[in-house]
């Protein structure tokens, strides 16, 4: 599976892309807003975690970007810091499937992504 990872935090980044490698998952890896935005221009990833406050471009931009170029088919995972319950619930609206609260365990963060692995492997 291939993740596009949205995080402006480089050691959340490094820590997302080092448990999600150890899966077994491809990780394209964005540390900013307008990065994500530009790698959804070029690929097609199969599932997207992006944090919500980033530079250039929200998670909620990288949210509704995906929404419209890819489709309701793709699951999105918003991380977000404790505090910002009216930006997650904007984040539902615009079509995001899942929310982790910051801090979080990367083991959680693996738990989630692997439902979703099963669920790609059920419809298919």
Do not use: W
């Not at 944090?51 to 471009?57: A, E, G, L, N, R």
């Amino acid at each position: 599976m291939t993740i596009l990872v949205a995080e402006d935090d480089l050691i959340i980044l490094k820590t997302i892309e080092y448990r999600l490698k150890k899966d077994g998952h491809t990780i394209i890896l964005a540390p900013d807003g307008r990065d994500a935005l530009r790698e959804l221009d070029i690929e097609t990833p199969d599932l997207i975690i992006t944090d919500i406050m980033m530079p250039f471009s929200s998670g909620l931009e990288v949210v509704a970007a995906a929404k419209k170029k890819i489709g309701k088919k793709i699951p999105v995972i918003v991380l977000s810091a404790m505090g910002q319950e009216n930006v997650v619930l904007e984040a539902f609206q615009l079509g995001a499937d899942d929310f982790i609260t910051k801090p979080f365990s990367p083991n959680e963060l693996s738990m989630r992504v692997k439902r979703y692995t099963s669920q790609e492997v059920i419809s298919s």
